[in-house]
């Protein structure tokens, strides 16, 4: 299709996305053109991003080491803090290594395509992020995609085509970025054994909100020993930049040798290095921030239902589903009259028919601004 055809017929169906600059962001309050809303779409989850002990991390770092690694890992853009943030996240995810990569993006898309190739198959939760189905398309593996969270059409195709293939791959965010639900990682874990597979998770939005020491889904459940594959992110939760891998040393050092991503591609700047280190360092100093953010969000997932609004879900993303487009882009743009930042999630992100406003909440969202919104929501609906 010819660009402008693309364009147009994009903008009349009310699909034309466009960048939208804020001139200021900070807490939960973002501003455009001088207007200030109260920020509904934002992944800082944690309230990190301006946390004073971040802040002050990276410019001691931007102080000692400039702003520029200056080189990727393998040639001289190799600090000892990017090994000590690696030894930190191992830890942290009780795994023997961790990698770190410059985002989440191109952590999957170089991790699946070095580990996997033609000979092999993926199955991957038809919901997945789409760095994930990037990584799969990369690696050449047939890729199966099963039902969002249905192991039972999981086991069917594994049943089916697991035996055609050298090696095989079950993948799953673990806590869902659009859905804002949780995968059943103890029958993906079953599976993975009875079907002689490997397990890859993403834990983007669960790293620092969910386990005792908030390092993920995978902590929670206690499954650490049965992933093979821990994936997730610096730059949502633990509010800076970056990703890592967490598994076995010996994958750490194949990645080292094989990755793409990793190896043609600077080193992360020594201040968001830093920024990483001090947030793993504030994920176990104030526990309380993700213990409040759950409970605001069972508030608030709670008080939308008895509003008659159908919510997905059971984390800090609260999906509102509207459903068709147009209803989804109006209500938008009511919130924003009235002082919300809360962006609709369209196709193709999310099937047609399902459109709907992502609530993410932060540290930053209190009882009052949570009670305001409840009514006005309701309000603007009617
Ligand atoms: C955001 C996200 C990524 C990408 O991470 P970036 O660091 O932003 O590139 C990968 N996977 C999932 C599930 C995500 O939500």
């Not at 993948?171 to 659009?178: D, G, L, Q, V, Y």
């Not at 043609?264 to 360092?281: E, G, R």
């Not at 605001?296 to 509102?320: E, H, M, N, T, W």
């Not at 999310?350 to 992502?358: A, F, K, N």
């Amino acid at each position: 299709m010819v660009i402008k055809d693309f364009l147009r017929q994009r903008k009349e169906e009310g699909l034309l996305r466009q960048l939208c600059p804020a001139s200021a962001r900070r807490g939960c309050v973002i501003s455009f053109n001088g207007k200030k809303f109260i920020d509904f779409s934002s992944n800082d989850y944690l309230g990190f991003s301006c946390h004073p002990r971040l802040i002050e991390a990276g410019k001691k770092a931007l102080d000692e080491f400039g702003a520029s690694s200056s080189a990727s890992r393998l040639l001289s853009g190799d600090l000892l803090i990017h090994h000590q943030l690696e030894e930190k996240t191992a830890h942290f995810k009780r795994k023997e290594a961790a990698l770190v990569f410059n985002t989440g993006y191109q952590a999957n898309v170089g991790i699946i395509s070095a580990l996997y190739g033609k000979s092999d198959c993926i199955f991957s939760d038809r919901l997945c992020h789409a760095s994930i189905i990037d990584g799969i398309f990369l690696s050449g593996a047939k890729h199966f995609r099963y039902r969002h969270n249905d192991s039972s059409h999981l086991e069917l195709l594994l049943k089916k085509e697991r035996g055609k293939f050298k090696r095989a791959l079950i993948i799953t965010e673990t806590i869902f970025s659009m859905d804002g639900d949780r995968a059943l990682l103890g029958e993906l874990a079953c599976l993975k054994e009875k079907y002689d597979c490997q397990l890859m998770v993403d834990e983007a939005h669960a790293t620092g909100i969910f386990g005792e020491n908030g390092s993920g889904v995978v902590e929670e459940e206690g499954v650490e020993k049965k992933v093979d594959f821990i994936m997730g992110t610096f730059s949502k939760a633990l509010g800076s930049f970056g990703a890592y891998l967490a598994a076995s040393k010996k994958v750490k050092e194949y990645l080292v040798n094989t990755c793409r991503s990793f190896i043609y591609s600077t080193a992360l700047p020594p201040p968001v290095i830093a920024c990483n280190l001090a947030a793993l360092d504030l994920v176990g100093k104030e526990p309380w921030r993700r213990k409040s953010l759950l409970g605001c969000a069972a508030y608030l997932r709670d008080a939308l239902g008895k509003k008659g609004f159908q919510i997905k879900g059971c984390s800090q993303i609260i999906p509102v589903i509207i459903g068709e487009n147009p209803r989804a882009v109006k209500l938008t743009e009511s919130l924003q009259e009235q002082g919300y930042w809360i962006l609709p999630i369209r196709p193709p992100t999310v099937p047609r028919g399902q459109s709907r406003l992502r609530i993410s909440l932060n540290y930053f969202h209190d009882q009052e601004i949570l009670n305001r919104f409840i009514e006005v929501i309701a309000n603007v609906r009617d």
